[in-house]
């Protein structure tokens, strides 16, 4: 071995050529291959070992991934589908409109806190939501400069995020229809409500263009501002008002003693508006309010087949039976009957009617102006050609949806009613106004000049007090504008102010809660309803101390009057329409028979029982004026034993079946003077008197009383 003196005096070693280390590398390929020629390379068998390797692990490691994977899937589709179904469901709800409003607003100013847009921002969607007016002027082509394209790109605010409140009802309102022409109140031959929101102005509850509401008033617009059509659609979920009804009523009548008090006076009643809101909540298998029940009205109801005038000279005739009271032994019941002369069609005056129709807000049910439409359209068929028809609506305010138009253009007229829409506030005062403006305009001195009030009655913008609204009806009463009120509705139905507004304006109140009412109404007895041929009829009646120690009216509480308010003209009473009935009962104690008040220790004694009877019970007056006269006249007929019955059964059929309905109304109202009287007796005695019934009318009351025999004594609390 050398030491390392001796290798560091060795000679370097030359560099190798720079080709050597690739020919080295080619010498060794080339080994390789003629060493390994015949034997092939890898494995004998199908499969790669790391491939095999891995099909050993594959299953305990994918399959639970995929697994979980359909898991999120479903979870994810079946979360999609739950909310889908409760946001429909919760925008469909009568609360949305409520509750909505809010909690989108607090969302919106979150979103706008979050996101604050830039004065030039605001300034840019100023200037797009306005209308482009001008024109551009053209400019010469210049190159196109990427740098400045890019820094203006760079320079431009973020799009702007849309409110929370327009992407809420972007989802639920539907897209305008491409042809329309409903809206609130109603204007004729405008456009589409959707066409003038395009344009920057809007249209209100009474039918009149104004200028457009600011945006936030259109973006927080609760669901009712919705288009017609969404109403519509929603208007069967609607969940109707209760418990804020309000009636006109009062007390029962009491027992009066002959003796003290040998007069009664009251106007006749031909309304029906009571018997048809009994109808209602019983369909609902309720049993009504006491306050809404006037036993007069219910049975009034009913046509009764009394003998009928000879001329129109003399509208009216009496007629009077006496027969036992099936519920208190010892007691009589006298019914008064009145039949005024039927007017014949070609002898009917010209009518100038108003239809003065609320279309607020509340009226959206489809009880309420959907059956209302259908009502007056069904009035609109049983008119002559030369009656004339005008339209008023009101709601917020009252507009003028149809001037003064014969009836001869009946598709007008009808294509007028079709498109009322409801919607907004009830200013009822100023509809009321503009209604008697237009007909006292076309007043027809020799025709019926009528106002046709429809309405729920809740009336809350303008004058809402009862009596001044009564002191106006009259002074146009006294012009020869009369007014009829249909009602609908229920829940926040004001009986009260139709019942006045309908008895100072010398008309008739009725509600319709069916379309057969309807009819009944407005087609059947139109011309009763519209065409009067006695005013102010009173009726009073004297007892004969002698015969009679006590008497008692049935209904008519509300219509009571003095008794000199008999003969004075100034009075007003109730009127009678062409060929309509008027029944009033009194249920009487004969002397010698069960009293119900006591005599006064100190006073007269009444009549001996073993005294001979007298031949009448009393004295019956009718004073009434023909429609166009001031003067009233008299009528009279006696209440004697020619017209008594010994045995209820052998009473005149119609007495016995308004007795029934008499005991019905009486027993609804708590029967304070029925004794043990019930359900099943008046079934007993109104099925065997239900006589001649063409209209089904009997039939349908036989069928309440027996709802009334399971019905609830309260509506049902909403779920």
Same mark, same amino acid.
């Given at each position: 071995?050398?030491?390392?003196?001796?290798?560091?005096?060795?000679?370097? &070693?030359?560099?190798?050529? !720079?080709?050597?280390?690739?020919?080295?590398? @080619?010498?060794?390929?080339?080994?390789?291959?003629?060493?390994?020629?015949?034997?092939? @390379?890898?494995?004998?068998?199908?499969?790669?070992?790391?491939?095999?390797?891995?099909?050993?692990?594959?299953?305990?490691?994918?399959?639970?991934?995929?697994?979980?994977?359909?898991?999120?899937?479903?979870?994810?589709?079946?979360?999609?589908?739950?909310?889908?179904?409760?946001?429909?469901?919760?925008?469909?709800?009568?609360?949305?409109?409520?509750?909505?409003?809010?909690?989108?607003?607090?969302?919106?100013?979150?979103? +706008?806190?979050?996101?604050?847009?830039?004065?030039?921002?605001?300034?840019?969607?100023?200037?797009?939501?306005?209308?482009?007016?001008?024109?551009?002027?053209?400019?010469?082509?210049?190159?196109?400069?990427?740098? %400045?394209?890019?820094?203006?790109? %760079?320079?431009?605010?973020?799009?702007?995020?849309?409110?929370?409140?327009?992407? /809420?009802?972007?989802?639920?309102?539907?897209?305008?229809?491409?042809?329309?022409?409903?809206?609130?109140?109603?204007?004729?031959?405008?456009?589409?409500?959707?066409?003038?929101? &395009?344009?920057?102005?809007?249209?209100?509850?009474?039918?009149?263009?104004?200028?457009?509401?600011?945006?936030?008033?259109?973006?927080?617009? !609760? %669901?009712?501002?919705?288009?017609?059509?969404?109403?519509?659609?929603?208007?069967?979920?609607? %969940?109707?008002?209760?418990?804020?009804?309000?009636?006109?009523?009062?007390?029962?009548?009491?027992?009066?003693?002959?003796?003290?008090?040998?007069?009664?006076?009251?106007?006749?009643?031909?309304?029906?508006?009571?018997?048809?809101?009994?109808?209602?909540?019983?369909?609902?298998?309720?049993?009504?309010?006491? +306050?809404?029940?006037?036993?007069?009205?219910?049975? #009034?109801?009913?046509?009764?087949?009394?003998?009928?005038?000879? &001329?129109?000279?003399?509208?009216?005739? +009496?007629?009077?039976?006496?027969?036992?009271?099936?519920?208190?032994?010892?007691?009589?019941?006298?019914? /008064?009957?009145?039949?005024?002369? +039927?007017?014949?069609?070609?002898?009917?005056?010209?009518?100038?009617?108003?239809?003065? /129709?609320?279309?607020?807000?509340?009226?959206?049910?489809?009880?309420?102006? !959907?059956?209302?439409? @259908?009502?007056?359209?069904? =009035?609109?068929?049983?008119?002559?050609?030369?009656?004339?028809?005008?339209?008023?609506?009101?709601?917020? #305010?009252?507009?003028?949806?149809?001037?003064?138009?014969?009836?001869?253009?009946?598709?007008?007229?009808?294509?007028?009613?079709?498109?009322?829409?409801?919607?907004?506030?009830?200013?009822?005062?100023?509809?009321?106004?503009?209604?008697?403006?237009?007909?006292?305009?076309?007043?027809?001195?020799?025709?019926?000049?009528?106002?046709?009030?429809?309405?729920?009655?809740?009336?809350?913008?303008?004058?809402?007090?009862?009596?001044?609204?009564?002191?106006?009806?009259?002074?146009?009463?006294?012009?020869?504008?009369?007014?009829?009120?249909?009602?609908?509705?229920?829940?926040?139905?004001?009986?009260?102010?139709?019942?006045?507004?309908?008895?100072?304006?010398?008309?008739?109140?009725?509600?319709?809660?069916?379309?057969?009412?309807?009819?009944?109404?407005?087609?059947?007895?139109?011309?009763?309803?519209?065409?009067?041929?006695?005013?102010?009829?009173?009726? @009073?009646?004297?007892? #004969?101390?002698?015969?009679?120690?006590?008497?008692?009216?049935?209904?008519?509480?509300?219509?009571?009057?003095?008794?000199?308010?008999?003969?004075?003209?100034?009075?007003?009473?109730?009127?009678?329409?062409?060929?309509?009935?008027?029944?009033?009962?009194?249920?009487?104690?004969?002397?010698?028979?069960?009293?119900?008040?006591?005599?006064?220790?100190?006073?007269?004694?009444?009549?001996?029982?073993?005294?001979?009877?007298?031949?009448?019970?009393?004295?019956?007056?009718?004073?009434?004026?023909?429609?166009?006269?001031?003067?009233?006249?008299?009528?009279?007929?006696?209440?004697?034993?020619?017209?008594?019955?010994?045995?209820?059964?052998?009473?005149?059929?119609?007495?016995?079946?308004?007795?029934?309905?008499?005991?019905?109304?009486? /027993? =609804?109202?708590?029967?304070?003077?029925?004794?043990?009287?019930?359900?099943?007796?008046?079934?007993?005695?109104?099925?065997?008197?239900?006589?001649?019934?063409?209209?089904?009318?009997?039939?349908?009351? =036989?069928?309440?009383?027996?709802?009334?025999?399971?019905?609830?004594?309260?509506?049902?609390?909403?779920?």
């Amino acid at each position: 071995m050398s030491s390392d003196p001796d290798i560091t005096r060795l000679p370097a &070693s030359p560099p190798p050529p !720079p080709d050597a280390r690739d020919a080295a590398v @080619q010498q060794a390929l080339l080994r390789f291959d003629r060493k390994s020629a015949a034997t092939a @390379q890898g494995i004998s068998t199908d499969i790669r070992l790391i491939e095999r390797t891995a099909a050993s692990l594959r299953p305990s490691r994918e399959r639970p991934v995929m697994k979980r994977t359909r898991y999120l899937l479903a979870a994810s589709l079946a979360c999609l589908v739950a909310g889908s179904g409760a946001y429909l469901h919760l925008m469909r709800s009568p609360q949305v409109a409520q509750f909505a409003p809010p909690v989108e607003q607090k969302l919106a100013s979150n979103e +706008a806190a979050r996101v604050e847009p830039t004065v030039q921002a605001k300034k840019e969607s100023e200037s797009q939501a306005q209308p482009q007016t001008q024109i551009p002027t053209a400019t010469p082509a210049a190159k196109p400069n990427p740098e %400045a394209a890019a820094r203006s790109a %760079a320079a431009a605010p973020p799009p702007a995020t849309p409110h929370v409140e327009d992407r /809420i009802l972007s989802r639920v309102a539907p897209q305008a229809p491409a042809a329309t022409d409903r809206v609130q109140g109603f204007m004729p031959g405008t456009s589409s409500p959707y066409s003038a929101r &395009s344009r920057g102005d809007y249209r209100t509850d009474d039918g009149f263009n104004r200028a457009s509401p600011p945006a936030f008033a259109q973006q927080m617009a !609760p %669901a009712e501002s919705l288009p017609d059509h969404t109403q519509r659609e929603r208007v069967p979920g609607l %969940a109707e008002p209760a418990g804020r009804d309000k009636f006109a009523n009062a007390p029962e009548n009491a027992f009066q003693i002959a003796r003290d008090a040998p007069v009664s006076t009251f106007s006749i009643d031909v309304d029906t508006a009571s018997y048809a809101f009994v109808r209602a909540q019983l369909n609902r298998n309720v049993l009504p309010p006491a +306050a809404s029940v006037r036993t007069e009205e219910l049975i #009034n109801y009913f046509p009764y087949d009394y003998e009928a005038p000879a &001329s129109p000279d003399e509208p009216f005739r +009496a007629n009077v039976a006496v027969f036992p009271n099936p519920w208190a032994e010892g007691r009589k019941l006298i019914r /008064i009957g009145i039949k005024g002369y +039927a007017l014949q069609q070609t002898n009917r005056p010209r009518a100038n009617l108003v239809f003065l /129709i609320d279309t607020s807000g509340s009226m959206q049910p489809l009880n309420r102006l !959907p059956l209302v439409k @259908q009502s007056l359209a069904m =009035l609109v068929t049983q008119l002559q050609p030369e009656d004339r028809i005008a339209i008023v609506t009101y709601a917020g #305010n009252a507009g003028t949806a149809l001037e003064p138009t014969s009836v001869s253009e009946k598709a007008k007229i009808l294509a007028t009613i079709d498109r009322l829409e409801a919607g907004g506030s009830t200013a009822g005062a100023e509809g009321i106004r503009r209604a008697y403006a237009l007909a006292e305009q076309n007043f027809d001195a020799n025709g019926v000049n009528r106002v046709i009030l429809a309405t729920d009655g809740d009336f809350n913008v303008g004058i809402t007090n009862k009596d001044e609204l009564k002191g106006f009806v009259e002074r146009q009463r006294e012009k020869g504008i009369f007014l009829s009120v249909l009602g609908v509705g229920a829940g926040n139905y004001n009986d009260a102010l139709a019942q006045a507004l309908a008895q100072n304006g010398n008309g008739v109140a009725a509600y319709i809660d069916t379309i057969n009412e309807a009819r009944k109404v407005l087609v059947e007895e139109a011309s009763s309803t519209l065409f009067p041929i006695g005013k102010d009829v009173k009726i @009073q009646v004297e007892f #004969n101390p002698a015969a009679v120690a006590e008497y008692r009216l049935i209904g008519y509480e509300t219509r009571r009057l003095n008794r000199d308010d008999f003969t004075n003209d100034k009075v007003d009473a109730g009127d009678v329409g062409s060929g309509q009935t008027v029944t009033a009962l009194y249920d009487i104690v004969p002397v010698g028979g069960p009293r119900t008040v006591d005599d006064l220790r100190y006073g007269a004694r009444a009549a001996a029982s073993g005294a001979p009877s007298p031949a009448e019970y009393a004295f019956v007056k009718i004073r009434y004026k023909l429609p166009r006269s001031d003067r009233s006249v008299v009528i009279s007929t006696p209440v004697d034993r020619g017209s008594e019955s010994a045995r209820f059964e052998e009473a005149p059929l119609d007495a016995r079946f308004a007795t029934g309905v008499a005991a019905f109304g009486e /027993i =609804l109202r708590g029967g304070k003077h029925t004794g043990q009287f019930g359900y099943d007796d008046v079934l007993r005695i109104a099925s065997a008197a239900r006589g001649d019934d063409p209209y089904a009318y009997r039939a349908e009351f =036989l069928q309440l009383v027996r709802a009334a025999k399971t019905a609830s004594a309260m509506q049902p609390l909403r779920p």
